[in-house]
């Protein structure tokens, strides 16, 4: 399942960043900044306009990430850590 | 001493603080705000410890990491790596990292400590972490960590006792690398360095809850989809009828004052060339630019006070999708909104836009926001030639056209933004990728500091390069004396006269008369220079010295279609000559600067030509 899908609120755990493209630097980017395999994120807020950008909780950090950009990040729900 | 400066850099993630620490220790006033990227540039300062020891502070643009890069967070490693011209490898790293997103900042911390430099980690924010329950057991994040953890808090006056004692203990010296010393390929080393974080905060720090309840419950209502727009929509709002409202008053009160001094000059001083001078020049002309200072300070409070509350990276957020279909991106919000005060930090807050075409795309709009100099400039032809009346009760129409003015720059740089986009060929993704900080309340010595540096920075322009202009203003405008037995008024015959009525032909057709072609000239130095040049202008020829005087002077020389065509050309107009060598200094190329200068010119020129033909049929 990709972040995208998840609905607002919900909380999953990222699964992997896949690259859109060869050396793909949003995807190195989001790695960087914590989307990394076990990590807790959730849906906090939706934009007013075709719900983009998506805000999203990793750790305690809360990041804007366009639609394209969270549709890289796929994630499983489940279980997951508050 | 003796002995050569101790040389500190000072490195951590976006919004951690770091600016905050650099002032604290320097006793700079470098400016800081509640948002990621304010600071672009690296900043030099020094300061002795409490035993003598001299450092040499370089305060860095913050970075999420070294791999890909954003022009500021380029500064930040090749510093670094020794690579930046003209600087050499700091002595000693302080890592600050916001002690409440330790989870964010510590692998960053990481990553900056297999550079193999001496470095010391600042935890900063630990009033923020205190607050929210956070417990950090310091002693055993440096034994994890391998390098030394002090306790800051950047916004307290002894806020870096820690670091200054550890600043005078410590002899920097490389750490053990706390992993592996080698570098396994990206993707791997990524999950290391997280896993690593996981590892270090499970065994250091306690953490009741991952977010601030506070922020949680602000963000409910203003990241809503309905309710969020309409805030937003509502603070702008208050933002510009505040301006007006607030600043209006206290104008009035310095232009009777000036008057006042003005009138009392005049009768000291002996009739003659010195005597206009005074009156008719630097009274007149400063006098009536000096006036506009309180509602620059107003526009100024309100913009310090949102930069500070952490709102501003949430109104990016609610409005990305909207600047996205007009080819900016949510992250040119803050820069445009800084042109609001002056194009200059706008076009240099673009640095923090990753990504080159949208930061272009930022630059060459950012001029079209109306700026604090501009604010002269309406007030007085608002004055002059819109009534105060009130509207549905609560607004007044001079707020409302103001606002008008304001929304017509924004327009306008919506629908360059918009040319734009279609004409360029590159349709690539671009990332937005933006944090959205803790909500934190404003203080008010911050303020206050931001608020007597642009007072300053006003009354600088004021005595150096306004004043200047206006004593030349003056002069073309007094000589030479008409001929005896001239008839007409003596400004005529003068310099001013000539100069103006040749430039008056390419301006007719907008319905500018000389005296208003004229003072478009110095008006390209700095743009209030406009309202000095009138006022000594009309002063010269004749008349009181004051902002309400050269109001009625206007009124009585020019009808409102022209009044308005000129506030429609000052909304596009290519000026100032510092914001163009901004662009060239940031772009690098000349030819932004000639694209920029182009299309405003034949935007300003056109709209105010269609707003004098259509206006002067209907009033």
């Known amino acids: ?82 | 001493m003796s002995q050569a400066p101790l040389r500190v850099a000072l490195v951590g993630n976006p919004n951690c603080g770091k600016t905050a620490l650099f002032n604290l220790l320097t006793g700079a006033r470098q400016k800081v705000a509640n948002y990621a990227g304010v600071t672009v540039e690296r900043k030099e300062g020094r300061f002795d410890t409490p035993t003598g020891r001299r450092v040499q502070l370089l305060d860095l643009p913050g970075a999420y990491s070294f791999e890909s890069t954003s022009p500021d967070e380029r500064v930040t490693r090749d510093v670094l790596l020794g690579r930046y011209p003209g600087e050499a490898v700091p002595d000693l790293i302080v890592c600050v990292a916001d002690a409440t997103n330790l989870r964010l900042h510590l692998r960053f911390v990481l990553e900056v400590q297999q550079m193999g430099l001496p470095i010391v980690l600042a935890l900063n924010m630990m009033d923020a972490a205190k607050r929210r329950g956070i417990v950090v057991d310091v002693a055993e994040l440096a034994r994890r960590l391998g390098m030394p953890v002090v306790e800051t808090i950047a916004v307290r006056r002894d806020g870096a006792h820690g670091l200054l004692g550890l600043l005078d203990t410590h002899a920097p010296s490389v750490p053990e690398p706390a992993g592996d010393a080698q570098q396994p390929p990206s993707a791997q080393r990524h999950a290391d360095l997280h896993a690593e974080v996981r590892a270090i905060l499970r065994a250091a720090v306690t953490m009741p809850r991952a977010t601030d309840a506070r922020d949680d419950a602000i963000d409910r209502w203003t990241l809503d989809p309905v309710a969020g727009p309409l805030i937003l929509a509502a603070v702008m709002f208050l933002v510009f009828q505040g301006v007006y409202s607030f600043g209006k008053p206290m104008t009035d009160a310095i232009g009777d004052a000036f008057d006042w001094l003005g009138a009392l000059a005049a009768g000291w001083l002996p009739a003659g060339p010195l005597h206009s001078l005074i009156t008719n020049g630097v009274f007149s002309g400063l006098g009536t630019v000096l006036g506009f200072l309180p509602e620059i300070l107003v526009l100024f409070l309100f913009i310090l006070v949102l930069e500070e509350s952490g709102y501003l990276p949430r109104a990016a957020f609610l409005l990305d999708r909207m600047m996205v279909s007009v080819g900016l991106t949510g992250r040119s919000f803050i820069p445009l909104l800084s042109s609001f005060a002056c194009a200059i930090p706008g076009v240099m807050g673009t640095r923090s836009i990753t990504d080159p075409r949208d930061r272009l795309a930022t630059i060459l709009v950012a001029p079209l926001m109306t700026c604090s100099a501009r604010l002269p400039v309406y007030a007085l032809l608002i004055g002059a030639f819109i009534p105060h009346r009130p509207v549905l009760g609560v607004f007044n129409l001079q707020g409302i056209v103001l606002f008008a003015l304001y929304v017509a720059g924004i327009a306008g740089a919506m629908a360059v933004g918009w040319v734009m986009k279609h004409l360029r060929r590159d349709r690539s993704e671009h990332a937005l990728l933006m944090e959205l900080p803790s909500y934190r309340m404003p203080k008010a010595r911050d303020i206050a500091l931001g608020l007597w540096e642009r007072g300053m920075i006003f009354l600088k322009r004021l005595t150096g390069v306004i004043l200047a202009l206006t004593v030349l203003m003056w002069f073309i405008s007094t000589f030479p004396a008409p001929p005896a037995g001239a008839t007409g008024p003596a400004i005529d015959y003068s310099i001013a006269g000539y100069i103006g009525r040749a430039l008056q032909y390419p301006f007719a057709p907008l319905g500018f008369n000389w005296q208003i072609s004229l003072s478009l000239i110095p008006a390209f130095a700095a743009r209030e220079t406009a309202v000095a040049a009138l006022a000594t202008v009309y002063s010269v020829a004749g008349g009181d010295t004051d902002v309400v005087s050269l109001g009625h002077a206007l009124a009585s020389n020019i009808p409102l279609a022209s009044a308005l065509s000129l506030m429609v050309w000052f909304a596009f107009a290519p000026q100032c000559m510092s914001t163009l060598a901004v662009i060239r200094r940031e772009t690098r190329s000349w030819r932004n600067v000639a694209i920029s200068f182009g299309y405003m010119f034949v935007v300003a020129y056109l709209a105010a030509l269609v707003t004098y033909q259509i206006a002067r049929h209907f009033v």
């Open chain 1, 1 to 82: 399942m990709r972040l995208t899908d998840l609905p607002q609120g919900a909380s999953a755990l990222v699964e992997t960043v896949e690259d859109a493209h060869a050396s793909d630097p949003i995807a190195q980017r989001l790695r960087d900044l914590g989307f990394v395999c076990g990590e807790p994120v959730r849906v906090v807020a939706r934009a007013p306009w075709g719900a983009d950008p998506l805000l999203i909780q990793i750790g305690s950090t809360r990041f804007a990430l366009r639609r394209a950009e969270a549709q890289r990040v796929s994630v499983q729900t489940g279980q997951t850590a508050s």
